[in-house]
């Protein structure tokens, strides 16, 4: 397979065997930004897609050094929670000058864990899931990055599993804001309840969840890392990217509550 191009927003394409085919582009109407979702680049979409001109892995990769830089700690290694935030904890780790160091390896013989039907299941689940790679670790600080945290009973039981192998102390650094908001584009988002963000173990999450400390990349930090290069691109091509991207937008509705469109009720 060969990389073409990015369907347009509102765009209807015809692909055959001989070209593709624009068929129509449903315009935005006049001086909206665009809103692409901006958790795509942080957790739905394959590393090796490319949103606007982007790879989503070198997002991710921003989004680790922009969470180095406001959520520093002293520690000996960087690790992750294979391997969804790989990307993130590579940004980290070469920003703080830290050795990047797997601590985890994942059992390829177990499902899938949020799709058990109990949270009792779900957290037996994470155990059986990964294996400990206790040596890389033992008697050390670890910062574990992730690239999100939802409900938040998923990290608990791999925070104990690595303190019970010998970790010194074990901070979490994740690499997007809190989600707050449901998400009525069409993403299935967990509801307002169930988000650890909207609960009152959200102000001592650190002690909630068994870690050192927990910081989140700021809204700004996620916009600036998803923006940054498109803006760079745009600055050089003016007028072939406008055309491309038109005004430059994300959604962030469910982390901030600002959706892009009125909601009616």
Request: charged content about 25%; some cysteine.
């Amino acid at each position: 397979s060969r990389y073409h191009r990015e369907v347009l927003p509102g765009e209807i394409v015809k692909i055959s065997r001989h070209d593709v085919q624009t068929l129509d582009v449903v315009q935005r109407p006049e001086g909206d930004p665009s809103a692409f979702c901006i958790f795509e680049y942080v957790y739905f979409a394959r590393p090796d897609s490319i949103f606007e001109g982007q790879m989503v892995y070198s997002v991710r990769k921003r989004c680790g050094q922009q969470l180095a830089i406001e959520a520093p700690v002293e520690a000996d290694l960087v690790s992750t929670v294979p391997e969804s935030a790989t990307p993130a904890a590579l940004g980290y780790a070469q920003k703080c000058g830290l050795p990047y160091v797997e601590v985890l390896c994942k059992n390829r013989y177990v499902g899938r864990t949020f799709i058990q039907p109990n949270m009792r299941l779900r957290q037996l689940g994470v155990a059986k899931k990964f294996g400990v790679l206790s040596d890389n670790f033992k008697g050390k600080r670890v910062v574990i990055i992730d690239d999100s945290i939802v409900r938040g009973n998923t990290i608990s039981p791999i925070i104990k599993l690595l303190r019970e192998s010998g970790a010194k102390e074990v901070h979490i650094r994740v690499a997007s804001p809190p989600i707050r908001f449901p998400c009525y584009m069409g993403i299935n988002i967990p509801t307002k309840e169930e988000l650890i963000a909207n609960k009152p173990e959200f102000h001592d999450l650190a002690n909630y969840i068994g870690a050192d400390s927990v910081v989140y990349l700021s809204v700004e930090g996620l916009v600036s890392s998803v923006q940054e290069s498109i803006k760079a691109r745009q600055d050089n091509h003016p007028k072939s990217q406008k055309s491309f991207i038109g005004k430059l937008g994300h959604c962030t509705a469910c982390l901030t509550g600002n959706y892009p469109v009125e909601l009616e009720w």
